[in-house]
């Protein structure tokens, strides 16, 4: 069945970095839109980063616009999230979610315009 699986969350110091990765397992998302999300205790999901199918474009919310940096590996079936200048508030459990095959985008903020979703990773930022 189709798999997303992220990687690579933790505990890091405010100023600090990780690279979140999601393999996907399955199918191929070479030609499918992906972004990240996250939800921290009490909230609801957040967008965090979308890529278009090729990895040409990305769009981000400034609350990490700067800091973070999604990307895509068609070769691989991987996608990455790259952040930087961690804050605190950035705790929150990481999801990577994938679109599936229809026509529009090129991307989406949205989680009801996910079909597919990894488990989360957890990612704290302490102060």
């Known amino acids: 069945q189709v798999q997303l699986v992220e990687s690579g969350g933790g505990l890091v110091q405010a100023g600090g970095s990780l690279r979140l990765s999601c393999a996907a397992s399955?199918?191929?998302?070479?030609?499918?839109?992906m972004g990240w999300f996250r939800q921290a205790p009490g909230k609801e999901r957040e967008f965090v980063a979308a890529?278009?199918?090729?990895?040409?474009?990305?769009y981000y919310p400034d609350s990490v616009k700067g800091r973070f940096t999604i990307s895509k590996d068609n070769a691989k079936n991987i996608l990455y999230l790259q952040m930087n200048s961690l804050k605190p508030e950035d705790t929150a459990v990481y999801y990577c979610?994938?679109?599936?095959?229809?026509?529009?985008?090129?991307?989406?903020?949205?989680?009801?315009?996910?079909?597919?979703w990894g488990q989360g990773t957890q990612v704290t930022v302490s102060s």
């Open positions: 979610a994938a679109v599936g095959d229809r026509s529009g985008g090129p991307y989406y903020t949205t989680p009801q315009e996910y079909d597919f």
């Open positions: 399955g199918r191929t998302f070479s030609r499918n839109a």
């Open positions: 890529i278009n199918w090729s990895g040409s474009g990305t």
